[in-house]
């Protein structure tokens, strides 16, 4: 068994325990609560643009991250999945581009926004390490070229997966 299957096997299991579990369950495929995790991102993602226009661009990382992780959310829910784990949920996802059931994002993409290989440190640009970094850290704000970078690639990000959850 891959530690990719092992993990997947665990976090099904933590998703047996309770309405609020902390890990995987399976569901009906759900069209509805997918549109509205994508509804979800696209505020998030306007968000990320008031924040730092106005002066709060620490929290731009949080709701780039946040843009991404529920466009991740709604593809779940389109697949018959519900997460309550950021660990699980991208898990999940990259078995669902390595057995081909999500077509508009690789797994490269993913990596973008988490990777679970790569050792976090402050010079990263992975979406989740700029995101932990603004929110643990005192700094309140983020450099412009940092913004812009994250901008770019959430962008980028949010278009592929905003197509991956409109496909049938």
């Not at 002066?55 to 466009?71: E, I, N, P, Q, R």
């Not at 290989?117 to 970094?133: F, G, H, T, W």
Request: proline content about 1%; overall charge positive; glycine content about 4%.
């Amino acid at each position: 068994m891959s530690k990719l299957d092992e993990k997947l096997k665990r976090c099904l299991k933590e998703g047996e325990h309770g309405i609020k579990h902390k890990g995987l369950r399976k569901i009906k495929p759900n069209k509805e609560i997918s549109i509205n995790h994508l509804k979800k991102a696209d505020h998030n993602y306007k968000a990320m643009i008031f924040f730092y226009k106005n002066g709060f661009s620490d929290w731009s990382a949080s709701a780039a991250f946040y843009t991404l992780y529920h466009c991740l959310l709604g593809i779940l829910a389109k697949n018959g999945y519900e997460s309550r784990n950021q660990s699980c949920t991208f898990a999940l996802i990259e078995n669902l581009i390595l057995t081909g059931k999500v077509k508009e994002i690789s797994s490269d993409d993913l990596k973008d926004v988490f990777d679970s290989n790569a050792e976090s440190n402050l010079e990263s640009d992975k979406i989740l390490d700029v995101r932990e970094d603004m929110q643990y850290s005192a700094e309140t704000i983020l450099k412009d070229e940092a913004y812009t970078k994250l901008k770019e690639k959430t962008t980028f990000l949010f278009n592929k997966l905003r197509l991956e959850l409109q496909r049938d």
